[in-house]
């Protein structure tokens, strides 16, 4: 049963036309996720009245993954199959992840991106990230009363091509219509903006449990713009955790920790750091397989001081962003704290006195990147009028082109607004030269080997000519997720060619495709067999009611040819309504609808005739 | 008779239009469509209109205009929360038989 949410004035939807939209924070360590109903954005809880799921995906030999806390609980005796803050290994190649070889998991290295040896097989990143999003869309289905019409979803603003990529495919693998990739810090600031209607400049610190951002962002007139980001995606709490764990094997003279030990260590770990944040000591006991007993207690002086560094980290890619954008401190009217990791007392420090001044906490640092995605997702889905607010986003590293040498040309620069099309003129350098080898990367450095490769592909069929003749024109566009294309045109042959740049990161289009098929398989035969349910007991009420109408008041209210053309309609609808075909099933209810809207029109006056001259409403319809 | 709102479901109201920032209350409304029968319509009001006929309910205004008020006499508007769902629903005498969606109804 649905159950009603009060619409904007004017924007109330047709009956089960509902436009149920969600914003979903898909974090390191949590995700979340949140809606608008009744014009205020909330969080969706679990049945227990959890909002945070725990990123953590356990594969069961029995083929179906447990996700969440259950999961999480489990990290410890079944290491090798609970994957933890898969997040850091989206669009990711082995040597990509700094510290991966810390981690219990059993890596196949594929091109690209890592893949992790299970219980239920291989499984990619990707695949990991799209459990945690059926687990949320189904909550969110269950608290909405339908089927999503789409989410936002959104990632660090420091995520590059791949990593968009690969956070949108998983998505569409778990059925989820993906409104719109938005950057966290951007998410953060609309649901600040909106809430206490600021003006001015600010700075977005976030620090996450896997992920450091930082976004300078400017609000005017209600509208977003981002300045600058920078930050670093391999930075959060569960640095601190490790600090606190080598302390810990340290203190204790924890010779060999075996792969079980060191998870039952990390997560005591990070209990005893977010004890720190309200207490001044927090104790830490355990017993190791070897039967060693420790009794430790970390105080939170120690604490500070052992990661100090790591707040240092945070500050180097403030300064930059700051410098991009232009701004001194001054400049900045607010800043703004995201992240679980900004309730650890020493980083509210340190960013008040970098900044010098107090950081704004208002919201829950947890939940306001979510909130902020579920008002965009609103407004995409047209439940919000669209003229109230406006969004500008930027690109986060620059995008370019190899040339001789292994240099690369900047085409489109870090921190250019979204969407943007750019377009830089290359030539030949041999005599005779046809063709021309194409390859796009991203990155800040000089050297291609130092920057990410996306792609390359090649334009063919160039007229021969001297070298220099060339007129190769090679053109940029990313899209409002942040995502690119690119084509290459010879001006002075016409002859052209583009790529939509699926990221290198080793998910080929084919794969992608054989993991729809395979997720689809069961979904699609589930999905169609639901929608031919709900369509037949649509259709079938309609024609009850249809057919109750017409013996009421059909002979009064309906010329013959009128009565004949609803009689059609209902006469398709039941044929239609024994076959297995849905979406005929609602189309011909369609129909039926459009044929009666005059007539229910009518009846409804006519009651009203009767009502005003005295007649009880009941018995209108005998 | 009146329409009225259920306490929790005026609390909710209230609480909508303060995180809203703006609004004069609520608007309660009936549109036809089609033959499916009539469906409820529950929006936010920044302007009366010079037709709406208003109600008062635990300090809630409800204004509603005087053709769906034919459809929507002794209507108790209520906030119910079922499973992980949780809204609003009309509590309305004059159905007949409504289409299990609580969206939409017969008279
Ligand atoms: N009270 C607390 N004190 C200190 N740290 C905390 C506290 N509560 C949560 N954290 C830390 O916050 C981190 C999780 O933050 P959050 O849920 O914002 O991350 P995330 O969004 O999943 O990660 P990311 O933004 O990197 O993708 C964890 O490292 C957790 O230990
Ligand atoms: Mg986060």
């Given at each position: 049963m649905a159950l009603l949410h009060i619409a904007e004035p004017g924007l109330c939807a047709d009956p089960h036309q509902h436009r149920l939209a969600v914003g979903i924070?898909?974090?390191?360590t949590n995700s979340l996720v949140a809606t608008v109903r009744s014009g205020s954005a909330a969080v969706l809880e679990d049945e227990?009245?959890?909002?945070?799921?725990?990123s953590v995906v356990r594969y069961r030999q029995n083929g179906i993954p447990e996700v969440g806390l259950a999961a999480q609980l489990r990290q410890t005796d079944d290491p090798h199959n609970t994957i933890a803050s898969v997040k850091r290994f989206m669009g990711r190649g082995l040597k990509d992840?700094?510290?991966?070889?810390?981690?219990p998991y059993r890596f196949v290295?594929?091109?690209g991106m890592v893949r992790i040896e299970t219980h239920a097989g291989v499984k990619s990143p990707v695949e990991v990230s799209a459990e945690i999003l059926k687990v949320l869309r189904s909550r969110a289905e269950a608290s909405l009363g339908g089927e999503l019409t789409g989410a936002v979803i959104t990632v660090p603003a420091y995520f590059d091509d791949a990593q968009r990529q690969a956070t949108k495919d998983a998505a569409r693998l778990a059925g989820l219509n993906v409104l719109r990739l938005l950057n966290e810090p951007t998410a953060a600031a609309i649901a600040y903006g909106l809430d206490t209607a600021s003006q001015g400049t600010f700075c977005i610190y976030d620090l996450g449990g896997g992920t450091f951002d930082i976004s300078i962002l400017r609000l005017r007139q209600g509208i977003f713009e981002v300045v600058a980001t920078n930050g670093d995606s391999?930075?959060?709490g569960d640095d601190f955790d490790e600090c606190i764990y080598r302390w810990i094997v340290e203190q204790g003279g924890v010779a060999e920790a075996s792969v079980t030990d060191s998870r039952l260590l990390l997560s005591l770990a990070r209990k005893a750091k977010e004890t720190l944040t309200g207490h001044d000591e927090a104790r830490i006991r355990a017993t190791l397989a070897s039967g060693v007993e420790l009794d430790l207690s970390l105080a939170a002086e120690t604490f500070f001081a052992l990661t100090a560094g790591l707040i240092a980290k945070t500050l180097g890619p403030t300064r930059k962003a700051l410098r991009d954008a232009g701004l001194?401190?001054?400049?900045?009217d607010g800043v703004v704290l995201v992240g679980?990791?900004?309730?650890m007392r020493h980083v509210r420090a340190a960013v008040a006195d970098f900044f010098k001044r107090e950081p704004l906490t208002n919201l829950d640092p947890d939940k306001v990147v979510a909130l902020g995605a579920a008002m965009q997702a609103n407004l995409l889905v047209g439940n919000?009028?669209?003229?109230d607010w406006l969004l500008l986003d930027v690109i986060p590293l620059s995008l370019g082109l190899e040339t001789m040498g292994g240099l690369v040309e900047k085409v489109v620069p870090r921190n250019?607004?979204?969407?943007v099309a750019r377009a830089q003129e290359f030539t030949t350098f041999?005599?005779?030269?046809?063709a021309i080898s194409i390859h796009v990367v991203q990155g800040e450095r000089e050297l291609v080997g130092d920057c990410r490769s996306l792609a390359r592909f090649e334009l063919r069929?160039?007229?021969?000519?001297?070298?220099?003749?060339a007129r190769i024109r090679v053109a940029f566009q990313v899209d409002a997720d942040g995502l690119l294309s690119v084509s290459a045109h010879?001006?002075?042959?016409g002859v052209q060619t583009a790529i939509?740049?699926?990221?290198?990161?080793?998910?080929g289009d084919d794969e992608i495709a054989r993991m729809l098929q395979d997720s689809f398989t069961h979904a699609k035969n589930d999905m169609d067999a639901r929608n031919l349910r709900e369509q037949r007991v649509d259709g079938l009420r309609l024609l009850e009611a249809t057919q109750a109408a017409l013996d009421a008041d059909g002979l009064r209210l309906l010329s013959d040819t009128e009565r004949i053309a609803i009689g059609r309609a209902m006469d398709t609808l039941q044929v239609l309504l024994?076959?297995?075909?849905h979406v005929a099933i609602k189309r011909a209810a369609d129909s039926l609808n459009r044929a009666t809207a005059q007539f229910a029109a009518r009846r409804m006056d006519a009651s009203i005739q009767r009502a005003l001259t005295g007649r009880r409403l009941d018995a209108i319809e005998a | 008779m009146a329409i009225t709102l259920s306490e929790r479901a005026a609390n909710r109201v209230q609480k909508f239009l303060d995180q809203r920032g703006k609004g004069v209350g609520l608007r309660l409304g009936v549109r036809t469509s089609g033959c499916s029968g009539m469906a409820y319509t529950l929006e936010f009001v920044d302007e009366t209109l010079p037709d709406d006929i208003a109600f008062v309910s635990y300090g809630v205004t409800v204004l509603i205009d005087p053709k769906s008020l034919t459809f929507l006499e002794g209507t108790e508007l209520d906030f119910v929360r079922e499973g992980l769902n949780e809204g609003f629903k009309f509590n309305n005498?004059?159905?007949?038989?409504?289409?299990?969606?609580?969206?939409s109804f017969n008279v």
């Open positions: 924070d898909l974090g390191t227990s009245g959890r909002a945070l799921l725990p992840v700094p510290g991966a070889s810390a981690t290295d594929a091109p391999a930075l959060g001194g401190m001054d400049d900045i679980g990791s900004t309730r919000h009028k669209t003229d250019a607004t979204l969407p041999k005599d005779g030269q046809t069929g160039i007229p021969p000519m001297v070298a220099g003749a010879e001006q002075t042959s939509e740049v699926k990221p290198s990161y080793g998910l024994n076959g297995q075909d | 005498p004059n159905v007949k038989n409504s289409c299990g969606c609580g969206e």
